[in-house]
């Protein structure tokens, strides 16, 4: 799972606390099935990649596969505000057109024609 602090008057601790307490009550927003083959690169979107120095991303090892993508914002009091990403493996088994890979180098997710 990926968290990111948005807003919140917590601590690092205090925030790094309330992630199970949040996740347990998020209210999940199923998004695309995503195919890796690849480490992922995880980065802030504001950036381009291609121009990203090596302190600027994080790479993720995770099992090749396919990944149900679902997110959700979640407010915890003034606490904080956070976003939370989670990849869980899909039971889905053949490549479909128009499906979404994600990985290697290039850092984000691309169609697949």
């Not at 968290?3 to 347990?24: H, Q």
């Amino acid at each position: 799972m990926f968290v990111r602090a948005v807003a919140g008057d917590a601590e690092d601790d205090e925030f790094i606390a309330l992630v199970p307490s949040v996740v347990a009550e998020a209210r999940w927003e199923s998004g695309p099935e995503i195919v890796v083959q690849e480490p992922l690169v995880v980065f802030d979107s504001a950036g381009q990649f291609a121009r990203l120095e090596e302190d600027e991303f994080i790479r993720v090892d995770i099992s090749p596969g396919r990944y149900r993508v679902r997110a959700a914002e979640e407010e915890w009091g003034d606490a904080a505000e956070m976003i939370l990403v989670q990849l869980e493996p899909s039971r889905s088994c053949s490549l479909d057109s128009g499906e979404v890979l994600a990985g290697g180098d290039h850092g984000q997710m691309e169609e697949d024609d």
